[in-house]
């Protein structure tokens, strides 16, 4: 079974302009999960999609959105980027959610100049 | 919200020996308790997880311990081997059906030297 795929795998933007990152779930898998994860500040959970609707968002500006299609594939985006929005972006599938594990992708470099 | 707290920072031990690294959370209501390793250029592998209502899991070398009352869990990994070498973060997530935020700790590089 394939597992969670994220591209691009690197990045690399000026400030002030955008960003949409791509995550396909494993198979099967409906709830898609977003985390950035800096030296600085660690793992940080941005939000979660479940059936094409965002279930649960972390404490980001709004500058940080995103999407799920109706084949579980999602994507993120960031507006207006800022030096300090360089992190490794994470996206974790998990079956429905809830009870059940996330597995993370290998994550999309993003590095801002 | 939930706030985890991870220690050590850093864990050197000898191949063969034992490794654990302990970690507390401050929401009682937190109930699923996964643990992950994340190596070097890689997103995060679960390596095993436990809920709120065991208080201990093992997976061949690798446990996870709970203790509900105080708080805390723990992962030992025994009979170290050079591969266990990487970053291993605890995660802890509130009650509810729905909800699949984790809150991570703040990471142990564990270092098994020859």
């Known amino acids: 079974k394939a597992g969670v795929t994220q591209t691009p795998r690197y990045l690399i933007k000026t400030r002030g302009q955008q960003v949409t990152l791509s995550c396909s779930p494993i198979?099967?898998?409906?709830?898609v999960s977003w985390y950035q994860q800096t030296p600085g500040q660690g793992l940080q959970f941005l939000f979660e999609y479940f059936s094409e609707t965002q279930r649960n968002k972390g404490n980001f500006p709004g500058r940080f959105s995103g999407r799920q299609f109706s084949n579980s594939r999602s994507e993120m985006n960031v507006s207006t980027l800022e030096l300090g929005d360089s992190a490794l972006y994470l996206c974790a599938s998990s079956l429905t959610g809830g009870w059940y594990e996330q597995y993370f992708g290998p994550g999309t470099r993003l590095t801002v100049t | 919200g939930e706030n985890v707290e991870q220690h050590p920072s850093t864990l050197s031990v000898q191949e063969g020996d034992s490794a654990v690294i302990k970690c507390t959370y401050s929401?009682?209501?937190?109930?699923?308790f996964p643990w992950y390793k994340q190596e070097l250029g890689k997103g995060p592998q679960l390596i095993i997880d436990i809920r709120s209502n065991v208080g201990e899991k093992k997976d061949q070398r690798i446990a996870v311990t709970l203790n509900k009352t105080a708080k805390h869990f723990s992962l030992h990994i025994t009979e170290t081997q050079p591969e266990d070498s990487a970053v291993y973060f605890c995660?802890?997530?509130?009650?509810?059906?729905?909800?699949?935020?984790?809150?991570f700790g703040t990471g142990t590089r564990l270092q098994v030297t020859l």
């Open positions: 995660a802890a997530r509130r009650g509810s059906g729905t909800a699949s935020k984790l809150t």
């Open positions: 198979s099967g898998h409906r709830s």
């Open positions: 929401d009682s209501a937190s109930n699923y």
